[in-house]
Nanobody, 122 residues
Framework: QVQLVESGGGLVQAGGSLRLSCAAS????????MGWYRQAPGKERVLVAI???????NYADSVKGRFTIPRDNAKNTVFLQMNSLKPEDTAVYYC????????????????WGQGTQVTVSS
């Protein structure tokens, strides 16, 4: 079993910062891609940022220059550093892990955490 556990959400004023963490646990040998998605009320879940094990990143246009996605491969952990937050960043943020290699060469794809609420007040 692989679990993704997120932490770090909360309430912050516009212009403030938050740092989300997501730790993957289980008999993991490697994870190709880890990322963050968000879902605002009444809207679809959308990509925020992703990072490969090699360090390649991709960001949604709406967060470029404000968010970064550091990763610690040794600890199977990904972070989302969110600066200059805006009310429109308010959403539930979900961690994602894709192409997870487990021991005995088992694979898991497109795994999700339980989500963490981020609320930005104006």
């Amino acid at each position: 079993q692989v679990q993704l556990v997120e932490s770090g959400g909360g309430l912050v004023q516009a212009g403030g910062s938050l740092r989300l963490s997501c730790a993957a646990s289980g008999r993991i040998l490697s994870i190709n891609t880890m990322g963050w998605y968000r879902q605002a009320p009444g809207k679809e879940r959308v990509l925020v940022a992703i990072i490969t094990s090699g360090g390649s990143t991709n960001y949604a246009d709406s967060v470029k220059g404000r968010f970064t996605i550091p990763r610690d491969n040794a600890k199977n952990t990904v972070f989302l550093q969110m600066n200059s937050l805006k009310p429109e960043d308010t959403a539930v943020y979900y961690c994602n892990a894709d192409q997870v290699v487990l021991d005995q060469m088992k694979y898991r794809f497109n795994l999700w955490g339980q989500g963490t609420q981020v609320t930005v007040s104006s």
